[in-house]
């Protein structure tokens, strides 16, 4: 096995990096190619038998070097009340001859909002019926429960003038806080004059009064 004998005053160079390349160096010149291999593993065992790694330091003094984890505010349901909605119809396909809402339409309405998993919740619109300025009522069923963004069932409206029908619908609300929140419906209705709309109605709803 070849030697290297170390020139004096070889350890007195400063820094550690100086003083490995200058051993790479002489057993290089010295030993050949197989003799900087012995030096590299001799130094890695040298390194990882060192205590002071990060991770080993830290585990001894009982830290804990787990990643917090990503906090995410708690969903606010709407508080009950009388909210003003402003509604987009994004979208209408109309079957049978029915005239219905063309998109790029929109909407003002008030919708009661009794609460979550409670009866109650109402819309009250104005609008023409048979050429007469009547009011239009929508009864809905019961309210999801606390958390809940999907609502569906049928809607009850009714006009002033007193005619009737039924309208399927489903939604998808987005709470932002206590007093407002946002929600896209499929709505499923009788046209004015027969067969039926399908719309898709962009809603945000912003509290403007208490029950």
Not at 59 to 69: E, Q
Not at 172 to 184: G, H, K, P, Y
């Amino acid at each position: 096995m070849c030697s290297v004998t170390w020139p004096s005053g070889w350890r007195s160079i400063g820094a550690p990096r100086a003083r490995n390349a200058m051993a790479i160096f002489l057993a290089y010149e010295r030993c050949g190619a197989a003799a900087i291999l012995w030096h590299c593993i001799a130094r890695l065992e040298q390194i990882m038998r060192r205590p002071t790694s990060l991770p080993a330091a830290a585990l001894a003094a009982g830290l804990s070097l787990s990643v917090p984890a990503t906090s995410h505010a708690a969903v606010v349901d709407p508080s009950p009340g009388i909210y003003l909605a402003n509604g987009l119809y994004t979208a209408v396909v109309a079957s049978s001859g029915a005239k219905c809402p063309s998109p790029g339409d929109s909407l003002t309405l008030y919708f009661t909002y009794p609460g979550p998993a409670k009866g109650g919740a109402t819309f009250h619109e104005t609008g023409l019926t048979s050429g007469v300025f009547a009011i239009l009522t929508g009864v809905f069923p019961k309210t999801p429960a606390a958390g809940v963004t999907d609502w569906s069932g049928k809607v009850m409206e009714t006009t002033s003038a007193g005619v009737s029908h039924t309208v399927v619908f489903s939604a998808t609300l987005q709470f932002n806080n206590a007093s407002s929140f946002l929600a896209t419906f499929d709505w499923n209705e009788t046209g004015a004059s027969g067969g039926t709309c399908k719309e898709t109605i962009q809603v945000t709803l912003i509290k403007s009064g208490h029950l």
